[in-house]
C-alpha cells in the first residue's frame, strides 16, 4: 500500500466521524458543557497541528511503514512462526490494541510520563475534540512503541492499517459528548469503549480517571481489574478535569505545550 494513500484515509475517515460526532452532540448532548466549545476548540486543534507537524518532521515512517518494512524482509515474530495471514492480522491488531492499554496505564503511574499525559485530562469538558488532545511528546513516544512492537512481531501492514483507522475513530466516538439510550450503551460496551465508559476516565477523582484505560476495546479492563462501569456522582454531577488545573486560561494552546514542564503544580494523580 501506497503510505500517502493511508495518510489521505486516515485523515478523510477522522474528518467524517469528527463531524458526525461533533453534529451528534449538537443536537443530542449528554451533560451541559462547563466551558463549553469556543474557550477549547482552538487550542485542541492547534495541539492536533503540532503534533502532525512534529511527527512528520521526526519520525519519517508511520507504524503502517514499519510493517511494510517488516513484511518485505521477514521480520518479527510472525514471520518466524509463519503464522497465516488472517491468524497474523488478528493477534496483531489484539497486541496493539494491548499495547495501547498498557501503555496508558503506564503513562498514569510513572511520573515524568504522567506530567505528557495529564494535558489531556486537563481539559474541562470533555467532548468529540478531547480525543485530539495529546501532547505531542506523547504522540511521539506512542509511534515509537508502536513502531517497536510492529517489528518485533511483524504485524501485518493491513492489521496496522485497520488498527490505526480504528483507533482514531473509537478515539473520536468515546469522548463525544453524545446521548445514548442506557440499553445500547450496555450492548456497545461489550465490544468497544463507549462514550459513558470513557468519560469515567476523564473525573477529577483520582480513583476515577485511575480506570478504563482502554481506548478501542473494553475488555483489557475488565480482564485486569481497571473497570469502573460509572462515575459515583452520576454523568451529570460528575466534575471533569485535574484539580490542579481548573483556570479556563490553562486552555490556551502556550500553556497546554508548556504544562508537563511548570514547576509550579505538584504531582497529581
Ligand atoms: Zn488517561
Ligand atoms: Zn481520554
Redesign the pocket.
Known amino acids: 500500500m501506497d503510505p500517502s494513500l493511508e495518510i489521505v484515509l486516515r485523515v478523510f475517515v477522522a474528518a467524517a466521524v469528527f463531524a458526525t460526532m461533533a453534529a451528534w452532540e449538537l443536537f443530542a448532548p449528554r451533560r451541559p458543557l462547563s466551558i463549553g466549545r469556543w474557550p477549547r476548540w482552538p487550542s485542541n486543534f492547534g495541539i492536533v497541528v503540532v503534533d502532525a507537524l512534529l511527527v512528520r518532521l521526526l519520525i519519517p515512517t508511520a507504524a503502517v511503514g514499519a510493517s511494510l518494512y517488516a513484511a518485505g524482509h521477514g521480520i518479527g515474530l510472525f514471520h518466524i512462526l509463519n503464522l497465516r495471514l488472517s491468524v497474523a492480522a488478528v493477534l496483531g491488531f489484539l497486541v496493539l490494541d494491548l499495547v495501547i492499554y498498557v501503555q ?1 496505564l503506564v ?2 503511574h510513572v511520573p515524568w510520563l504522567w506530567r505528557l ?2 494535558m ?2 486537563a481539559d474541562l469538558d470533555i467532548d468529540v475534540s478531547t480525543g485530539l488532545r495529546f501532547h505531542p511528546f506523547e504522540i511521539l513516544i506512542s509511534i515509537a512503541i508502536k513502531i517497536a512492537i510492529v517489528m518485533a512481531l511483524g504485524v501485518p501492514p493491513v492489521s496496522v492499517f485497520i488498527f490505526e483507522i480504528v483507533l482514531n475513530a473509537t478515539s473520536l466516538f468515546n469522548h463525544s459528548n453524545v446521548s445514548m439510550p442506557l440499553w445500547l450503551d450496555r450492548v456497545v460496551r461489550l465490544v468497544v469503549v463507549t462514550p459513558d465508559m470513557h468519560r469515567v ?2 473525573s477529577v477523582v483520582r480513583e476515577e ?1 485511575n480506570s478504563n ?1 482502554g481506548f478501542n476495546l473494553p475488555w483489557w479492563d475488565r480482564l485486569f481489574g481497571t473497570y469502573r462501569g460509572q462515575p459515583k456522582a452520576g454523568h451529570d454531577g460528575m466534575t471533569i478535569g485535574l484539580s490542579i488545573f481548573r483556570d479556563p486560561k490553562e486552555l490556551r494552546l502556550d500553556r497546554l505545550l508548556i504544562q508537563p514542564f511548570r514547576q509550579d503544580s505538584q504531582r497529581q494523580q
Open positions: 496508558h503513562f498514569h499525559h495529564r489531556h485530562h476516565h476523564h480517571h484505560f
